[in-house]
């Protein structure tokens, strides 16, 4: 079955500091995969997606991923936070560009200064 | 720059009522869904619309649920008969090369 794992449900980093979000997941295809921010009461905003190709993908907001086959990771970075970064991350992964999306469980960023 | 609106920001109905939430897709995207998220859970996939008719749905859009495309701007979602469990976050999303665009969502409480 499809799924997606994010095992870290907090961290906190501090501004300036560089960040890795963990991405798992689990799919018999070639995934889409999707990270996405939403800050308290917003909607989700697309960071960045993978489709195919370069697999390291450049999104907004100075941040990356990483598709790594091997492991069946998807790992967002981003080399100095700010702290209007502070918000809750969320993986997703789908079967095409236009397929329903799964989402992990989110991972809630909290920046200090 | 273009985006999904969503209306109301937040509702508030009795168990058993119908409720019916709306969105406004991007104009030119083709392909649209709801989505749902209980408070402190995941996103959960909802339903999936293109060329007028569901594409997919998941297990949790039963026949409470029903969406439609009234008018070629507006895209809803009905709920007929509401549970106190549809409590949620309601997220209406819309693309056409992959569901970049989400709505700032409609809070539905049950009471």
């Known amino acids: 079955a499809q799924s997606v794992t994010q095992p870290d449900i907090h961290i906190t980093v501090s501004e300036g500091a560089s960040l890795e979000l963990r991405c798992n997941y689990s799919?018999?295809?070639?995934?889409?995969l999707f990270w996405y921010v939403q800050s308290p009461g917003q909607g989700l905003q697309l960071l960045l997606k993978?489709?195919?190709?370069?697999?390291l993908v450049q999104g907004i907001k100075g941040f990356e991923a990483e598709f790594k086959r091997s492991q069946s990771s998807f790992n967002l970075r981003k080399p100095s936070v700010h702290w209007s970064d502070a918000a809750e991350y969320f993986c997703?992964?789908?079967?095409?560009?236009?397929?329903?999306?799964?989402f992990g469980t989110g991972t809630r960023l909290q920046v200090f200064p | 720059e273009p985006e999904v609106t969503q209306t109301p920001s937040h509702q508030v109905t009795q168990m058993g009522q119908e409720v019916i939430l709306r969105c406004v897709p991007i104009?030119?995207?083709?392909?649209f869904y709801w989505y749902r998220q209980i408070l402190g859970q995941k996103v959960e996939f909802l339903v999936s619309?293109?060329?007028?008719?569901?594409?997919?749905k998941s297990e949790i859009f039963d026949d409470q649920f029903s969406v439609e495309r009234p008018d070629g701007s507006n895209f809803t979602l009905k709920i007929r008969s509401t549970k106190l469990e549809d409590s949620a976050m309601y997220f209406c999303?819309?693309?056409?090369?992959?569901?970049?665009?989400f709505g700032p969502g409609t809070r539905l409480t049950v009471t």
């Open positions: 999303a819309s693309g056409n090369t992959g569901v970049g665009y």
């Open positions: 619309f293109y060329n007028n008719e569901i594409s997919e």
């Open positions: 104009s030119n995207h083709l392909y």
């Open positions: 997703a992964v789908g079967a095409s560009n236009t397929d329903k999306l799964i």
């Open positions: 799919y018999g295809a070639t995934p889409y």
């Open positions: 993978y489709f195919s190709g370069d697999t």
